[in-house]
């Protein structure tokens, strides 16, 4: 029982305090006032609205993105000799901060930067890369797409070849063996790569301001917003409330539910 101790402080610390605090400064006005006008006035403004459009739309782009990148990836390193080194390769950048990152990718992306020196070498000339949405989607999703990899590759791991191999031969066509077999059998590790994604990316800020250059607008930016510059930490904290509810939303969707009557199948 001891052992939970740690454990159950740094939730009751970290966790769950953070929450209920964000929950009751959503209800004071810039004043200090008790009020529910924060949350009138975020349903009833369209550009909240827009904001949070904007931030799932752009979530989802990036999960889609990286979903795409990262299955096949993970699938093959799973068949790859000295998978273990490639994976650590993998994980490396995540050990580099992500303000470094972002100005590693402001030089690469800029007027003066390698893509437009190469681009010039060609006679195609510089182009506008830096401050677009396809910048702003590429490297977000170089970012998150370590965290896309890593469940998807342990589902993979868990994946039984027997089943595949039985698949193959009885005939099915690589296709079928994936969508009917291999697919279902690692979607637990899909769900959680969403998760792992999708939630982060829906309250992306500093991205937005270095690699957007602010014409990419989420409710990350919002709440930047509201905290350091309009000091309203009551209609921040009500957006962060909203994230919250959105991720708690994400993980039921796609969280692992027991199918009914499962308890009943031995009777």
Known sequence: MAFYVPYGLWLALFVIAPVVLIIYQS????????TLANYQTYFSSGTYILMTFNSVWY???????????SYPTAYLLHYT???????LLI???????????AYAFIGIFSQNGGINTFLSMLGIGPKQFLFTDFSFIFVASYIEIPFMILPIF??????NESFVNASRDLGAKWWQTFTKVIWPLTISGVKSGVQAVFIPSLSLFMLTRLIGGNRVIT???AIEEHFLVTMNWGMGSTIGVVLIVAMVII???TGERKKRGRAHEKV
């Not at 979530?59 to 990148?69: D, E, P, R």
């Open 251 to 253: 993980m039921f969707l």
């Open 27 to 34: 209800f004071f006005d810039i004043n200090g006032h008790v």
């Open 81 to 87: 000799k000295h998978k273990q080194l490639w994976l």
């Open 154 to 159: 342990n589902g993979i791991e868990e994946l």
């Open 219 to 221: 409710l990350g930016t």
């Open 91 to 101: 994980i490396l950048p995540t050990w580099i901060n992500l303000l470094l990152k």
């Open 59 to 69: 979530a989802f782009l990036i999960t889609a993105f990286t979903l795409i990148i």
